[in-house]
């Protein structure tokens, strides 16, 4: 008898009655076991954002111990116009003066008049030599090679010490020009014809001089110096000077310093992470009687633990020699952090050197002149979110513990359904075969009631 025919008998025992003994009984056996899942869910739900959170932290400590935020330089020129400066990191912190009197150019040849770009330059066969300061280089030619030829081949074999080009002056007027690659004097630019002297004279005694070659010339602190190059980066370690513009008198401020901003970035990007998570683990900390405003690992000690421990840290980070509020990072009650930029500045304009150890570990020297070797708040607190985020540590197996505990309900709620399932089966059998007792025993009665009715229906 199927189980969808229950109760057709008796009217009894039909499949409503199994479907609310059996609703009973999964609230009884499964819906506790779903409720523990959803929580189990909620939390590795939350666990990823937290653990995100926390990698953006330690990222961010990395890039301020590893990257070297103090020894970032900014250079500054008071005109930038006449000389630009730029300065590589731990290059030295220093303020001084120029005055540029002369700027380096090039040796610029220029040769005779040609009628056209393809007008021929030699009458036969020969051979000439082009000097570029000590540099000598010798070219062939002959009655068909023309001007455009010879500034292909000077470009192509002498290019890294002198650049040809033809320049039109006029209709009909084609000249070559002999440029310098490098600046500086000694860069003095010559065409010698072989001893057949085929060549056009246009381009040897016909040769004129556009622009000498000279020196850079500029007073570093009133010293005079000489350079061939407007670019100077061998005049101090690590810093870069440009020469652009040349006016006897003129003094120009170069300055170079730590670069702040830079510093300022590298903090506050790091306390920017460091508040969002924890902010993210206030609200999934958070205590309260209303089950909807508790937070999902309000009784969590792992992640309670993690919280109180990276707070309790900035507490006592320092290495003894100060506080982080003494250089200008600050925490509030929620254990947010905050930058105060002119605090961090005073300190650093005090002692640049002692801030850096503090931060990222040296050498910091006391008010009294002593001196101590710390690890750096940053290294310090690198070290302890380390702890936490860094691969196979405690967020790593407390996520596991939350898998292990998923995989072993999700198994509970398995054989509970199973073993609802497979009683309930059971059950309906049982209530076919007593439906059908009933039945049979409804017939009998009714059999019997009509036989009664009809003996005394006779003897009336």
């Known amino acids: 008898m199927g189980v969808s025919s229950l109760g057709a008998g008796s009217s009894i025992l039909t499949q409503d009655v199994i479907d609310q003994l059996k609703a009973a009984d999964e609230a009884k056996f499964v819906a506790p076991v779903d409720a523990r899942l959803k929580t189990q869910n909620s939390k590795i739900a939350a666990y990823d954002v937290v653990d995100a959170y926390m990698d953006n932290v330690y990222e961010s400590l990395k890039s301020l111990t590893e990257y070297g935020i103090f020894e970032s330089r900014a250079a500054s020129s008071s005109n930038e116009d006449a000389v630009s400066v730029s300065a590589k990191e731990s290059s030295d912190i220093q303020d001084f003066t120029l005055e540029v009197t002369e700027l380096a150019t090039k040796e610029i040849e220029q040769s005779g008049k040609f009628n056209t770009r393809d007008a021929k330059i030699a009458s036969d066969i020969g051979t000439f030599e082009l000097a570029v300061g000590s540099e000598k280089i010798t ?15 000077i470009n192509k074999d002498a290019g890294d010490s002198v650049n040809a080009t033809i320049v039109q002056v006029s209709s009909g007027d084609f000249r070559l020009l002999l440029s310098a690659a490098n600046t500086g004097t000694g860069q003095a630019i010559s065409i010698t014809d072989d001893a057949g002297g085929h060549l056009d004279t246009d381009l040897t005694t016909g040769m004129a001089n556009v622009q000498h070659a000279k020196d850079a010339e500029f007073k570093f602190n009133g010293v005079a110096i000489v350079r061939t190059s407007n ?8 810093v870069t000077l440009t020469l652009k513009e040349a006016e006897v008198g003129k003094i120009i401020n170069v300055s170079v310093k730590q670069n702040r901003e830079y510093i300022e970035e590298r903090m506050t990007n790091f306390i920017d992470k460091y508040n969002s998570a924890i902010t993210q683990l206030n609200t999934d900390t958070k205590s309260s009687q209303k089950a909807s405003e508790r937070g999902v690992f309000s009784s969590d000690s792992t992640i309670k633990g993690m919280k109180s421990s990276l707070i309790n840290m900035l507490s006592v980070v320092g290495g003894g020699v100060g506080k982080l509020e003494d250089f200008g990072i600050e925490l509030d009650d929620t254990g947010r952090l905050s930058l105060d930029s002119t605090k961090l ?15 990222v570990g040296g050498t910091f020297t006391n008010e009294n002149g002593t001196t101590k070797e ?12 380390a702890k936490y985020s860094k691969y196979g540590n405690i967020l790593d197996d407390y996520k596991e513990s939350i898998d292990i505990r998923i995989e072993s309900l999700n198994s509970q709620r398995e054989k509970a359904v199973e073993r609802l399932n497979a009683n309930y089966e059971i059950m309906a059998k049982r209530f076919a075969a007593y439906d059908l007792i009933i039945s049979r025993f409804n017939t009998a009665s009714d059999m019997f009631s009509q036989m009664i009715n009809a003996e005394i229906a006779a003897n009336r």
Not at 231 to 238: F, N, P, Q, R, Y
Not at 376 to 382: P, S
């Open 139 to 153: 070219f062939s030619y002959n009655g068909d090679t023309s001007l455009e030829n010879l500034k292909d081949m």
């Open 231 to 238: 670019s100077v980066d061998d005049l101090l370690s690590g």
């Open 345 to 359: 500045g005073e300190k650093l304009d005090e002692d640049a050197i002692s801030v850096q150890a503090f931060f």
């Open 374 to 385: 710390v690890d750096g708040v940053f290294t310090e607190l690198e070290a302890e979110v």
